[in-house]
Every structure is written in C-alpha cells, then in structure tokens.
C-alpha cells in the first residue's frame, strides 16, 4: 500500500496519472500504447491528446488501444482481456507495446507485470499509471520516462546530449526545443534523442550513449538520477529559464562536458543586449502582471525581465500578461515582450 | 415479503441453517426463495439433493449478461424451494463484491426476488461494499447472526453488527438486527453465552440449535435434517426456528461490543 495522500488543495492541477504517462508514450511514433481499463479512460485521453496537438498546429491520432473492460473483467478479472488485446495489438508489429494501468485494474489487483512478461517478439512494457494511489500528470511522465528507458540498449558514447522530458502538451514544446538546440550548438554539441518527443523506437534504443542529459524542468530529478544511475550520464536539471537563464545553461552544461564556454557566453550576452535594446519603446513604463504569476519562480522570472528593461511594476501600472509558464532562453523571453509590447501599446 | 439474511463466521453453518430454515418455511406452506451470496456457491447444496447448480456469475460468464434467462439461474429443490447461487470469480482473481451486485442486479432485472419468503446467506465476513448488498435498501431488512459461543465466531458476529450499525444510520435504511441463532459446538454454558451477548449487542437469542450427530448424517446423504429426518429432534428445532422467524417483530438497530469487553464476556461464561 503507498498510502500518499491525495493533495485535496492541487486537485484542479495536479491532473491525472494515465494522461502524463500517455503524453510520454503516444510520442514514440512506431509504438502501440495500450490503456488497460473501461473504453472512456482511454476516449477521454485520446481527445484530449488530439485536442491538444491540433491546437498545437498538429494533426495526429494518438496510437491508443484499449482493453474495453467491462463489469465482467472487473468481476472475475481483467487479466484475460489484457491478454488478447495484446495478441491482437502485437500482431500489427509495433516498435513496442506500451501497457499502461488505470485506477480499476489496481483496484481488483490485476497482475499486468505477468500478462506482459508473457509475450515475447515485440517489447512489451508496463507503466504503473493508477492515479488514485496518490500520483499526479508529473508521476505519469516520470513513470513512463523510466519505463521507456527499458528500451536503451548498451551503448559506447557518441558525445551528444539528449534532451528529457519535453512537455508535450504545451504549445511551445518546439520553440522551447529549438531554443535549447541553439544554445547546445553555441557550445558544438548535438541533440542526440528526444526522449520522449516524436521518436522512434530505434532512437531510443541509443539513450545511454549520449554525454549528458537536459531535463524539462526540475520536477524531472528522479528520472535524472534514475538515468544517472543506470547510464553514468549526468544532467542539467531545467531549461534556461527567463533573461539571465541562458548564460548559466551555457556554463552548467559546458562545465559538465568539460567545455570552454567563454565564447559561446560572449555570444549570447550579445544576443541579450540585442533583445533588450529591441524592446527599447517600452522600456521605463508601468507595468501589473495579470494574470497573477502562478508560481514564484515565475514572478520572479517576470520582475528580473521587467527589471532589465527598466519597467515600473506597480498595481496601477498597465497588465501585461504572465504565461503558465516561464518563458525559455532568450528566445521565449522574446515571445513574451511582444506580448507586452502589444498590451503596452494598446 | 419477508426478506431475512444469515451473516456469520465462515464455516458456521450458516448454509446449513438456511437450507433447513427454508425447508422448514417452505413446508409451513410459504413460497421461499434460497439465495447463495458466496463464491464457494454451496449454500444450497442439500436441497438440490447434493447438486452443485450452476451460479449466476458463471452463467454470466459462459454466455454474456445479455442472454442468461431465469431458468438458467433458479433451480427448484425440496418441496418446491427454488434456489439461487450468485457463484463469483476464481479464488484469487477480480471482484467478488461487484459480482455479488451484478447478481442482485441480474435477478432485480428477472424479477426472481418474488414469494413468501427470501432468505440471503451471505459470505462469512463483509469484506466489502458487495458483501453488504444484502442489508442495503430493497433487500433484507432482516439480518440474523449465526454463532457458536467460540470467541471467534462471536468476535465475526459481532463485526457483522457493525456493518448493520452503519447502514441502519443511512437515511431511508430499513436494515436491522432480528437476532441471534447459536449453532452451538456443546460448549458448556454455550446457550446463556449467546443469549447474553445478544442482549448486549441489543439484540435477543431466537434460537439455539443443539449440535447433533443428524447434521452430519443429513449432509452425507446430501438432504437438509427436515427431509433427512423430520421426526428427529434436530428438525423440531430447525421447524421452531422457522416459526420464530416469521413470527419475529424485534428488529433493533445493534450497539457493538469493543475487544475488551467482548473477551471478559467469554471469560465471564468460561
């Protein structure tokens, strides 16, 4: 028994299990994800997939099968349905067969692990994704980044970086990307995997080759240590994040490669000085951040680029509008004073 | 119609005291219906002269809700009886709980929950919500507690009226306690153990049913002690029990009795 706590007071963020895990797994491209439980866990994720990635400018049907359980699986067991889903999906040749868990499937005490480990030709792997034992979105994607790592085979080094975890849903996982590409290049270092966005099985298989992994953000530590401890790789634990992010990305990341980063941060302090000047018009106006940030760490992004631009932030100042979340590198610090400037100049 | 449930420690002999209270109902001319809520299924083995018939869940299982009738699930025993058996999963497997509901809800659907009289023998614990189904709104309103005067079986029956507490508190809940019956295992002072520990659970003794070797001798030759034997003594007190039964109007909400005080009540009667 895990006995977590659900936390009452996050359950409007803290999401569900099954979808962080499915936001993970419906990226690997050439793999089947099976969702082990009724039809509308796997319904309502899949829309909510969809939705997301059209609106994300992508048009894309999440591979998602599920095993339709029924009163009667849940009666005398949902291993049987388990069982012939999966024939049925590995007979289609998958890269891999993703097996994801839902709240009922733990409830009556299905044995998953035994079902998968008894197919063989296709890569089954399983996910623990019951929600209710306490977990949120964060526990699925880390869940299903340390299962999708089963996947790596041994590998020599090949000197490049893989970038972890990508958040998947948020409209500027591509921009965020290409923000951290560019910086890496600063640096003359290649992006080996994606790990998890749009990939294959077969890329997968080279995870542990790489020098050093990038984490999304910090909620992904234990899937660093966990890689850390299986690969040796060490890792960057987020993105540069606001308008002094990018430098410090620079030096952590050319500290753990054993880089000289004095050109590349030469660079980019150019680069800052050029946005900052870009955004010149608005500089020493008076600004409220509305909506409110949502975390400290995003306040204090916002004051440290209101700040560098000489904005006066007071509560009769204009709105300016504070995303979700932080903006990445200087790139995103760009996006977000266009929005600004737009509000600004209203 | 009587709606009565029989709750108590597994290997109590609440099946055997339901199959003779409903043979002994069924001779007193009422229309009885014998409900099996056990995956063991074998509540209503002795009025089937032995047979093991086919359980619902099984029906359920072989040929889909959908197409399992009435006649696949009630079968006709001694005089007239019918029989059901709610059956559930493998041991070991799925739910059990959720296929006590889906019986319920399957014979709810048939309308098989007719006649003078039902009589539910549930599983010996109430593990879960499932188990509970019996007692909710709808069904028995009418619990009875099968013991011996073992600790065990009083601390198992004494679990039972917690459950009765509880869901008697729910708004429109008609669940009560109608008494005790002591299956007794000739324990010394066994019969004013009982009866006491029913009073302090606020409820009465509404039978003591002696061991006797006639059980055992009904049960080899797979017939209940009324159809076995009805001139023996042991069949007068199951006929006194149906008596009692249906004429029975105390129906009480139960005050449970804590560990400690359920342990100094053996000890009192050692």
Same mark, same amino acid.
């Given at each position: 028994?895990?006995?977590?706590?659900?936390?009452?007071?996050?359950?409007?963020?803290?999401?569900?299990?099954?979808?962080g895990?499915?936001?993970?797994?419906?990226?690997?491209?050439?793999a089947?994800?099976?969702?082990?439980?009724?039809?509308?866990?796997?319904?309502?994720?899949?829309?909510?997939?969809?939705?997301?990635?059209?609106?994300?400018?992508?048009?894309?049907l #999440?591979?998602?099968?599920?095993t339709?359980?029924?009163?009667?699986?849940?009666?005398?067991?949902?291993?049987?349905?388990?069982?012939?889903?999966l024939?049925?999906?590995?007979?289609?040749?998958?890269?891999?067969?993703?097996v994801?868990?839902?709240?009922i499937?733990?409830?009556?005490?299905?044995?998953?692990?035994?079902?998968?480990g008894?197919?063989?030709?296709?890569?089954?792997?399983?996910?623990?994704t019951?929600?209710?034992?306490?977990?949120?979105?964060?526990?699925?994607?880390?869940?299903?980044?340390?299962?999708?790592?089963?996947?790596a085979?041994?590998?020599?080094g090949?000197?490049?970086?893989?970038?972890?975890?990508?958040?998947?849903?948020?409209?500027?996982?591509?921009?965020?990307?290409?923000?951290?590409?560019?910086?890496?290049?600063?640096?003359?270092l290649?992006?080996?995997?994606?790990?998890?966005?749009d990939?294959?099985?077969?890329?997968?298989?080279?995870l542990?080759?790489?020098?050093?992994n990038?984490?999304?953000?910090?909620?992904?530590?234990?899937?660093?240590?966990?890689?850390?401890?299986r690969?040796?790789?060490p890792?960057i #634990?987020g993105?540069?994040?606001?308008?002094?992010?990018?430098?410090?990305f620079?030096?952590?990341?050319?500290?753990?490669?054993g880089?000289d980063?004095?050109?590349?941060?030469e @660079?980019?302090?150019?680069?800052? @000085?050029?946005?900052?000047?870009?955004?010149?018009?608005?500089a020493?106006?008076?600004?409220?951040?509305f909506?409110?940030?949502?975390?400290?760490?995003?306040?204090r992004?916002a004051?440290?680029?209101?700040?560098?631009?000489?904005?006066?932030?007071?509560?009769?100042?204009?709105?300016?509008?504070?995303p979700?979340?932080?903006p990445?590198?200087?790139?995103g610090?760009?996006?977000?004073?266009?929005?600004?400037?737009?509000?600004?100049?209203? | 119609?009587?709606?009565?449930?029989?709750?108590?420690?597994?290997?109590?002999?609440?099946?055997?005291?339901?199959a003779?209270?409903s043979?002994?109902?069924?001779?007193?001319?009422?229309?009885?219906?014998?409900i099996?809520?056990?995956?063991?299924?074998?509540?209503?083995?002795?009025?089937?002269?032995?047979?093991?018939?086919?359980?619902v869940m099984?029906? !359920?299982?072989?040929?889909?809700?959908?197409?399992?009738?009435?006649?696949? &699930?009630?079968?006709?025993g001694f005089?007239?009886?019918?029989?059901?058996?709610?059956g559930?999963?493998?041991?070991?497997?799925?739910?059990?709980?959720?296929?006590?509901?889906?019986?319920?809800?399957?014979?709810?659907?048939?309308?098989?929950?007719?006649?003078?009289?039902? &009589?539910?023998? &549930?599983l010996?614990?109430? !593990?879960?919500?499932?188990?509970?189904?019996?007692?909710?709104?709808?069904?028995?309103?009418e619990?009875?507690?099968?013991?011996?005067?073992?600790?065990?079986?009083?601390?198992a029956a004494?679990?039972?009226?917690?459950?009765?507490?509880r869901?008697?508190?729910r708004?429109?809940?008609?669940?009560r306690?109608?008494?005790?019956?002591?299956?007794?295992?000739?324990?010394?002072?066994?019969?004013?153990? !009982?009866?006491?520990?029913?009073?302090?659970?606020?409820?009465?003794?509404?039978?003591?049913?002696?061991?006797?070797?006639?059980?055992?001798?009904?049960e080899?030759?797979?017939?209940t002690?009324?159809?076995?034997?009805?001139?023996?003594?042991?069949?007068?007190?199951?006929r006194n029990?149906?008596?009692?039964?249906?004429e029975?109007t105390?129906?009480?909400?139960p005050?449970?009795?804590?560990?400690?005080?359920?342990?100094?009540?053996?000890?009192?009667?050692?």
């Open positions: 028994m895990t006995l977590r706590p659900s936390p009452s007071n996050l359950c409007r963020s803290a999401g569900c299990t099954l979808t895990a499915l936001s993970v797994t419906t990226h690997v491209c050439d089947i994800t099976v969702v082990h439980g009724p039809a509308g866990c796997t319904h309502h994720n899949f829309s909510l997939l969809h939705a997301t990635s059209l609106d994300n400018d992508h048009v894309s #999440p591979p998602l099968v599920s339709g359980l029924s009163e009667t699986d849940v009666i005398f067991g949902g291993e049987g349905a388990l069982d012939r889903t024939d049925q999906v590995i007979a289609r040749d998958p890269g891999a067969v993703f994801l868990s839902t709240c499937v733990d409830t009556i005490g299905d044995d998953v692990g035994m079902v998968c008894s197919k063989a030709g296709v890569p089954v792997i399983v996910v623990p019951a929600g209710f034992l306490g977990g949120s979105f964060q526990t699925g994607v880390n869940n299903a980044l340390v299962a999708l790592a089963g996947l085979e041994p590998a020599t090949n000197g490049r970086v893989n970038i972890i975890g990508e958040k998947n849903l948020e409209y500027e996982v591509d921009e965020n990307f290409a923000e951290v590409s560019r910086l890496l290049t600063l640096l003359d290649s992006v080996n995997v994606r790990f998890v966005h990939v294959t099985t077969r890329q997968i298989t080279s542990g080759a790489a020098r050093l990038v984490l999304r953000d910090p909620s992904l530590i234990p899937v660093g240590e966990y890689l850390r401890e690969f040796g790789t890792y #634990p993105y540069p994040v606001g308008i002094s992010g990018t430098i410090t620079l030096e952590s990341v050319a500290g753990a490669c880089i980063p004095r050109h590349a941060v @660079q980019e302090i150019t680069l800052r @000085q050029e946005t900052l000047d870009d955004f010149a018009d608005i020493g106006l008076g600004v409220s951040f909506p409110h940030p949502p975390d400290p760490e995003g306040g992004v004051q440290d680029i209101a700040q560098a631009l000489r904005l006066d932030i007071t509560s009769s100042g204009r709105p300016v509008p504070v979700m979340t932080p990445i590198g200087i790139t610090v760009r996006r977000m004073l266009h929005r600004w400037r737009r509000a600004l100049h209203v | 119609m009587k709606q009565i449930a029989l709750y108590g420690k597994g290997g109590i002999g609440k099946s055997t005291t339901s003779n209270l043979a002994a109902l069924s001779l007193a001319g009422y229309n009885v219906l014998q099996g809520c056990d995956p063991k299924r074998d509540s209503t083995r002795m009025l089937m002269q032995g047979r093991l018939i086919p359980t099984d029906q !359920v299982r072989e040929r889909g809700a959908e197409s399992v009738s009435p006649a696949d &699930v009630v079968y006709t005089n007239g009886v019918r029989c059901v058996e709610a559930g999963p493998e041991p070991g497997v799925g739910c059990a709980g959720r296929g006590i509901i889906a019986t319920f809800q399957l014979l709810e659907k048939f309308g098989t929950l007719t006649g003078d009289v039902i &009589v539910y023998d &549930v010996g614990d109430v !593990v879960c919500g499932g188990f509970a189904m019996p007692m909710r709104e709808g069904y028995a309103q619990v009875y507690l099968v013991t011996s005067g073992e600790l065990m079986s009083l601390y004494n679990n039972i009226c917690k459950a009765i507490q869901l008697s508190a708004p429109k809940s008609r669940c306690l109608a008494g005790v019956i002591c299956n007794a295992k000739n324990q010394p002072k066994e019969e004013d153990l !009982v009866a006491e520990f029913a009073h302090r659970v606020n409820s009465h003794l509404v039978q003591f049913i002696p061991r006797d070797r006639t059980v055992q001798l009904a080899l030759n797979r017939k002690v009324i159809e076995y034997d009805p001139a023996s003594a042991q069949a007068t007190v199951y029990l149906a008596a009692r039964v249906m029975n105390r129906f009480t909400i005050t449970p009795l804590g560990i400690d005080d359920l342990e100094a009540l053996a000890i009192e009667f050692m």
